[in-house]
Every structure is written in structure tokens, then in C-alpha cells.
């Protein structure tokens, strides 16, 4: 662990439908109950810009990334105390957005995980610039389904301390159309 980073996670989680999620659940959980039944509002942020574009869907206290396979993928969470340098020559996407997490409980979890599996990673209560990495993988992932189409991935999601909201800025677009 680099001396900027206060926390590195390194899991498998399962991505049912090409998905998985990095939420406040509680802060998320009440802004659905508010919201959720808008028909205006698209699943989980999932515009066609988000799908194919950005990668990612955001919601209020949620970002779901978009996974290149419907199957259990890699994922690293690193917290850092500063905005870490991109790592861009490695990575085939990068993309960027702003995550609150008002309670400081961020959980990683897959739509088909069952309430209480999720992972959580205390990182303390406020807005985190959160920077997605797309990393090829050449090795399958533990417990991967070989029949499975799509390519693997590491998903490196790099956390830090925001102050002003920035917006949603793609660093490095990969080629489209792709997995989504």
C-alpha cells in the first residue's frame, strides 16, 4: 500500500446482469424510498450515454459500474487520502465521478447478493471523487463461469476526499461499442 492510501480491498464479487454497486446504503436506501417510484428515473442511473459511454450509472449515494461480463469479476477499492495519479497506459477505460457518502459506509455488492454479504469499507462520512479503471485481466477470475462471454477485467476504483462536486468526466474512453 502506497503511503497515500488509507485502505486497499482486493475481492471477487458477482456482476449479475453485467453490474455491481458502490453505495452508501443506508443515504441510498432512504433517497429510493423518496424517489424510486419517479417514473422519470432510469434503473440505477442506466441512461444509453451511461450504458455505452460512461460505463457507469450514478445515483444519489451510488455509482453501479458496468462490467464487461454478467459473471463474478475483480474489483479493488483503494481509499486514498489525496488524489492518486491515473494510471492511463494500463487501463482501457477510466472514468470519474463524485460518490456521496454521507454516513462514511461505502458497500460493494453484486444485484443477485443477498442483504447483509455486501462488503463494507468504513471510510469515513463525506464526498469521494471515485475514479473507475477498466484493466484487462489475462486470468480468469475465481469462481468465473468459462462459458460466460466477455472479456475479464480488474475493476480499480481509487477513492479520495472531495470538496466542491465535480462532474461525471470519462479520462479515457475504450472502444465502442463494447461489452455493454
Known amino acids: ?3 497515500t492510501s488509507s485502505v486497499v480491498q482486493r475481492f471477487f464479487v ?3 446482469h453485467g453490474q455491481f454497486f458502490l453505495q452508501d446504503l443506508d443515504a441510498h436506501g432512504i433517497w429510493m424510498r423518496a424517489h424510486g417510484t419517479d417514473p422519470a428515473l432510469v434503473p440505477a442511473g442506466w441512461t444509453q450515454e451511461a450504458d455505452q459511454i460512461h460505463r457507469i450509472g450514478i445515483e444519489p449515494h451510488s455509482i453501479a459500474l458496468g462490467t464487461a461480463r454478467s459473471d463474478v469479476v475483480e474489483a479493488m477499492v483503494c481509499v486514498h ?3 492518486p495519479v491515473a494510471d492511463l497506459e494500463d487501463a482501457e477505460h477510466v472514468v470519474e465521478a463524485d460518490l456521496g457518502l454521507p ?3 461505502l458497500a460493494v455488492y453484486g444485484p443477485a447478493d443477498d442483504v447483509g454479504t455486501e462488503r463494507r469499507i468504513q471510510v469515513g462520512p463525506g464526498r469521494y471523487r471515485t475514479r473507475v479503471s477498466y484493466l ?3 486470468a480468469p ?3 468465473s463461469n468459462d462459458a460466460e462471454p466477455g472479456e475479464h477485467f480488474l ?5 479520495w476526499p472531495a470538496g466542491e462536486p465535480t462532474g461525471l468526466v470519462v479520462v479515457k474512453q475504450g472502444p465502442s461499442p463494447w461489452a455493454g
Do not use: F, Q
Open 1 to 3: 500500500m502506497s503511503s
Open 14 to 16: 458477482l456482476a449479475d
Open 81 to 83: 487520502l489525496t488524489a
Open 103 to 105: 454516513n462514511g459506509d
Open 136 to 138: 484487462p485481466a489475462d
Open 141 to 143: 477470475e475465481a469462481g
Open 155 to 159: 475493476y480499480r476504483i481509487e477513492m
